[in-house]
Every structure is written in C-alpha cells, then in structure tokens.
C-alpha cells in the first residue's frame, strides 16, 4: 500500500480515530497497537501487539503482564498490561464471533482498490469506515451492500467486523442466511438434532449481538416460513436498535411486497443501501493465474 494512497488516508483515519494502545507516530498501525498477522501461530494467523508496543513491554508477556519496579521496591503494572488485556479479549471475540476462515483476520487494507470498479469499491469503503466510526461511539446506522457476485460484499462486511472488534472490542457476528440461521432454526424442529427445541435461544442471541452481519440476505419467495423468520429478527434488532449489515444479490426494494412491506420500512431506517458495482473479483483472480 503505498503512504499517500485513498486506502492508506482511510486506513489512517479509521485507526486514529480509535483510542489505542501504540504510539500515535507509528506507521504500522498509527496507534492502535494491535495488528492481524497472517503468519503468526504457526501461520494460521492471528492478533498480536505491534512492535510500538512490545518495545515498552517489561513484562514476560505472561498473566498477570506486571513486573518487579526496584525503584519502588514493589509488584507493578506493566505499561503494556492494558494493550495484552485488550488483545486477549480480541482473541476471545473473534473465536467467538463466526467469521468464515477466508474473511479471517482482514482489515481495512486487505481490500484491493486497484481494479477497474476501483471508485465504487473506495465509495463502499469509505462508507464501511464511517460505519465502524459511528459504531464505536454508540451510533447506529447499519448497512445494506448490494451488488453481483465477487463485488466484495462479503469480504467487506467481514471487515467491518474484524475492524469493530479490533479498534473497539464489540461484539461482533457473522451468521450467513441459509447456513448460520434457516438452517440452524430448521435443525430445532429436528428431534434427532442437538439444537433440537433451542429456536427461542438462537432467535434471541441473533437479536442481541451489538453488530450482526446478515450474509446474503434474500426475498425467499417460496417460502413464507423463512420470510416470517427474517422479518421476526429484522424487527427484533429495529426494537432493540443494534447495528445490522446485510449483503445482498438483490436491491432492497425486492422486499417491498413480503410482509405487506414492514421488513423494507425497517429495512429503510435501519440501514443505508449502497450499491457495489464491482467486476467478479473470484473472475479476475483466476484470470490473473492462468
Ligand atoms: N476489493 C477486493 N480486494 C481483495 N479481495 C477481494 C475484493 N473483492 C473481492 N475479493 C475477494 O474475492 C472473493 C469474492 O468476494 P466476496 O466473497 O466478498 O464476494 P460477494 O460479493 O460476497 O459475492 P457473492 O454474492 O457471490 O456472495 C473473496 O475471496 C474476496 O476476498
Ligand atoms: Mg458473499
Ligand atoms: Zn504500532
């Protein structure tokens, strides 16, 4: 990435804008202290503390993270202790948090702004990054991204996730529609099923996450069934006024005549709509290998 890109500006703006643990003059994370390393744990990738603030470690790096200060003849905090706390409890959310392993770990700039659709994908952006902003301080405003196939929809409300997590240590959740929700509530009718009579608790946990991606959330016209259940979590995360970001293949208009139009109101309020018109990255990455 190079310094004075658009990405770079965004990337700047989003992590000063975030009380951190490093040093506000670091390049590498311009303050927030704590990076994705692709490398790290055997390279499966994982947070860690960056270098801006290993350096002031005096600490093992082991719990309780204090030190012996001779000066004081005493057990004391280490200045790291905060920035090790907060990372643990990254740790936990993102283990938590049901991001597939490809969207793993991606942050801001992981995103690719090069392409032919580069202006719309940095229009996108900027709106994912006012977003994670606005959530950090409280603020709801949700989004809805649109768009065909490989624009990125998923890949960037993945990173508004990694990103709520990291800058602010929300709860964040991915669940994908077919997979993560239908199916989980389906398996409850299932006597043979572990999740067997659990609908009620799957309902309200979707209902509650402060920040919920909804993946491929789509107008099933077959099924008023599944139609019923999405309004029901729709109207819960209204109510309780938490942070939604849906993906779609579909504008939000197509939910106009389902539930005689109360999931598009809801919709409308909670979330801004933004297209992603944006070439098949899957298409250009295969092409780029032949
Ligand atoms: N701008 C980008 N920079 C880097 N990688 C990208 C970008 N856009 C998409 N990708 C990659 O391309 C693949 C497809 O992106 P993604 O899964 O986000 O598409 P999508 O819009 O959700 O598509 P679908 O509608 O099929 O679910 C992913 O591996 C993703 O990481
Ligand atoms: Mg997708
Ligand atoms: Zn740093």
């Given amino acids: 990435m190079q310094a004075g890109s658009p990405l770079n500006a965004l990337k700047r703006q989003l992590e000063s804008q975030a009380k951190g643990y490093g040093r506000l003059d670091c390049p590498i994370c311009n303050g927030v202290g704590i990076l994705f390393d692709p490398h790290f744990a055997a390279h499966q990738g994982a947070y860690r503390l960056c270098k801006c603030v290993e350096e002031q470690s005096l600490c093992d790096g082991n719990p309780p993270y204090d030190y012996y200060d001779e000066e004081k003849n005493a057990i004391v905090p280490c200045p790291t202790k905060p920035a090790r706390m907060a990372l643990k409890r990254i740790q936990h959310l993102e283990r938590h948090s049901g991001i597939p392993e ?20 940095l229009i996108a952006l900027d709106h994912a990054v006012h977003t994670i902003y606005s959530a950090g301080r409280g603020e709801v405003r949700g989004l809805y991204l649109y768009g065909p196939t490989g624009a990125g929809k998923t890949l960037l409300s993945c990173v508004i996730l990694n990103e709520l997590i990291r800058l602010y240590q929300v709860e964040a959740h991915y669940a994908k529609i077919s997979r993560d929700i239908i199916g989980k509530l389906r398996d409850t009718f299932n006597p043979q099923s572990e999740a067997y009579g659990e609908g009620r608790r799957i309902e309200q946990k979707l209902g509650r996450y402060p920040a919920l991606v909804i993946d491929d959330f789509g107008v099933q016209r077959e099924s008023p069934w599944v139609n019923s259940v999405l ?7 209204y109510e309780n006024n938490l942070l939604t970001i849906l993906t779609s293949n579909e504008p939000m208009d197509s939910w106009k005549d389902i539930s005689d139009g109360r999931v598009l109101s809801r919709l409308r309020e909670m ?7 944006a070439e098949d990255y899957r298409l250009r990455e295969s092409k780029s290998l032949r």
Avoid: A, P
């Fill in 102 to 121: 490809r969207y793993r770990g991606r942050l801001i700039d992981s995103i690719d702004v090069s392409g032919k659709s580069s202006t719309n994908v």
């Fill in 231 to 237: 309004y029901d979590l729709i109207d819960t995360r």
């Fill in 271 to 277: 979330c801004l709509e933004i297209h992603m018109e």
